[in-house]
């Protein structure tokens, strides 16, 4: 199973949107509601900020959201904070008990 | 608090083994299935590992089939990885996260390092 495909780095000024794509194949981000988003901060675990596409576990702000079309998933940063600066990885599901994670990207906040 | 805490990790030579320990607290632990996630130096994310509620169903990552072994004690809220044959590149820090929220991994323990290096 291939990784998914991220940017390797977005970046936005305070209060700017950005938006980081991951893109997968119909056997996983197409194929299944089942994406998830995840925050990394340096020498942090990560933590989960989107599940199932769409859902916002509680805790996470609301400028964090999340969406789908066709093999590609989306997350949405609305108004950029400086702690918003850190990794982002986006997993699909990808059937028989698989998940697969994207490359990462790196947000900057300039 | 919902909590996981790894523990187990440490330097091995290639060929080695260790055993990596994930203890829950904060939820009711046998409700839930348990994954093994890790992270090499600079690398992304790869789920290794998981276990099912019951013990029923585990799965491996291609790369670990064969040589890692996943268990979990519920009485004792706690989930094993066993890891045999150790090679370099399975040098990574490992979490282990639960299985929640929909279908993702809501909740992350802050991972041990595994070394393996001669």
């Known amino acids: 199973q291939s990784a998914l495909t991220q940017p390797r780095s977005v970046s936005g000024s305070p209060g700017q949107s950005v938006t980081l794509s991951c893109t997968g194949t119909?056997?996983?981000?197409?194929?299944?509601?089942?994406v998830s988003w995840y925050q990394q901060r340096p020498g942090k675990a990560p933590k989960l900020l989107i599940y199932?596409?769409?859902e916002r576990p509680s805790g996470v702000p609301y400028r964090f959201s999340g969406s789908k079309s066709g093999n590609t998933a989306s997350l949405t940063i609305s108004g950029l904070q400086a702690e918003d600066e850190a990794d982002y990885y986006c997993?699909?599901?990808?059937?028989?008990?698989?998940?697969?994670f994207g490359i990462g990207t790196t947000v900057t906040v300039l | 608090e919902e909590q996981l805490v790894e523990s187990g990790g440490g330097l091995v030579q290639p060929g080695g083994s260790l055993r990596l320990s994930c203890a829950a607290s904060g939820f009711r632990f046998s409700d839930y299935s348990i994954n093994w996630v890790r992270q090499a130096p600079g690398k992304g994310l790869e789920r290794i590992s998981y276990?099912?509620?019951?013990?029923?169903?585990?799965y491996y990552a291609d790369s670990v089939k064969g040589r890692f072994t996943i268990s979990r004690d519920n009485p004792n809220k706690s989930v094993y990885l066993q890891m045999n044959s150790l090679r370099n590149d399975d040098t990574a820090v490992y979490y282990c996260?639960?299985?929640?929220?929909?279908?993702?991994?809501?909740?992350w323990g802050q991972g041990t390092r595994v070394t393996v290096s001669p």
């Open positions: 199932d596409v769409t």
């Open positions: 276990i099912s509620t019951g013990r029923r169903t585990t």
């Open positions: 996260a639960r299985h929640g929220y929909g279908d993702a991994f809501d909740v």
């Open positions: 119909s056997s996983d981000v197409g194929g299944y509601n089942y």
């Open positions: 997993c699909s599901f990808a059937g028989d008990y698989t998940y697969v």
